[in-house]
């Protein structure tokens, strides 16, 4: 069930679980995806982000990304992560993704406030999500979203006043905060500040996110979503999973292609059911907690599909 993020991460807040979001550049990821939060029961996002784009174009990954969501018996948000223009992100709302980051976290804070608070509105009028970020998420060399590794990432760290402030003005529905946290694969272990997790997620009331997901820690994530945290990204770890489980498959040459995708398919998903169980988030599907009146007007609408 196609739903936005709000749908699937307010229940969370509350019950002290994460949901994770999985980017998906190619139907073998989405597969992956949707098989594990199925077999488990839990709600799930999944989508791509704008520098992902050059491997799966946006138009092109909305075409199975947005169907998929809908089939899934379980709840899930197709989300646009990272989006860096104003443009993408409207292009996302317009191919019908339910939920939006936009970030412009690099920018002054006045005109990342002005710049979000825009396309709050504009996600808004779609019925779609939208996520901000404050403060800065670095990118651990050769990681996904670019090469530009902070030497001392503290520079960045969210501060907890201008938190509160960053949500009253721009209406975001989750916030991802800069904590220690890194994308892509980190060469050291990373050194969350747990402690400014706990205290943003008492000054805002908005979901907290956490990216840069893979690499850390089991005790990481558990104390980082005891502390507040509602969405942890990953995107690395299931990204190496399908291809080491493609190097396996591959032990001569006499096969093609069609004998690499069920490895691939089967490996993501069983990296994605390993994090869904850390973060808390099997068995959540509870369709008490999502807007009855969508749920009828989806079932109405896919009967009167199929007639």
């Known amino acids: 069930m196609l739903v936005n993020m709000n749908d699937v991460l307010k229940p969370a807040q509350k019950g002290k679980y994460a949901v994770g979001l999985f ?3 190619n139907l073998e990821l989405a597969r992956g995806i949707i098989a594990a939060a199925e077999k488990t029961h839990s709600p799930v ?3 791509t982000a704008e520098v992902l784009l ?6 092109e990954v909305s075409y199975y990304l947005i169907p998929m969501a809908k089939k899934a018996n379980v709840p899930v948000v197709v989300h646009l ?3 860096l223009k104003k443009e993408t992100c409207i292009k996302a709302l317009e191919l019908g993704f339910t939920s939006i980051m936009y970030d412009c976290s690099t920018d002054p804070y006045e005109v990342n406030v002005e710049k979000v608070k825009e396309m709050a509105e504009i996600a808004h009028s779609y019925g779609a999500t939208i996520e901000g970020e404050l403060g800065h998420v670095g990118d651990n060399e050769g990681s996904a979203e670019g090469s530009s590794h902070l030497a001392d990432p503290s520079k960045y760290f969210t501060d907890p006043k201008l938190a509160k402030d960053f949500v009253e003005k721009t209406k975001v529905d989750a916030l991802a905060i800069a904590v220690g946290n890194a994308h892509g694969a980190y060469k050291l272990p990373p050194k969350l500040d747990f402690k400014r997790i706990e205290t943003i997620a008492h000054t805002v009331d908005v979901p907290l996110v956490l990216h840069g997901g ?3 820690t089991d005790d990481d994530f558990k104390k980082a979503i005891e502390k507040g945290i509602s969405k942890v ?3 690395t770890d299931i990204n190496v999973a399908a291809v080491k489980a493609q190097f396996s498959a591959f032990d001569s040459m006499d096969k093609g292609i069609i004998d690499l995708i069920p490895a691939a ?4 998903k069983l990296e994605v059911i390993k994090k869904l169980e850390l973060f808390g988030s099997v068995g959540k599907v509870a369709y008490s907690n999502y807007d009855v009146d969508k749920i009828v007007k989806a079932v109405v609408q896919e009967l ?3 007639q």
């Open 81 to 83: 992560d990272h989006g």
């Open 54 to 59: 050059p491997y799966g174009p946006l138009e």
């Open 23 to 25: 980017n998906a550049v």
């Open 265 to 268: 398919v089967e490996a993501i």
């Open 233 to 235: 990204n990953i995107f």
């Open 304 to 306: 009167l599909k199929r």
């Open 214 to 216: 893979s690499g850390l």
């Open 45 to 47: 996002i999944m989508g």
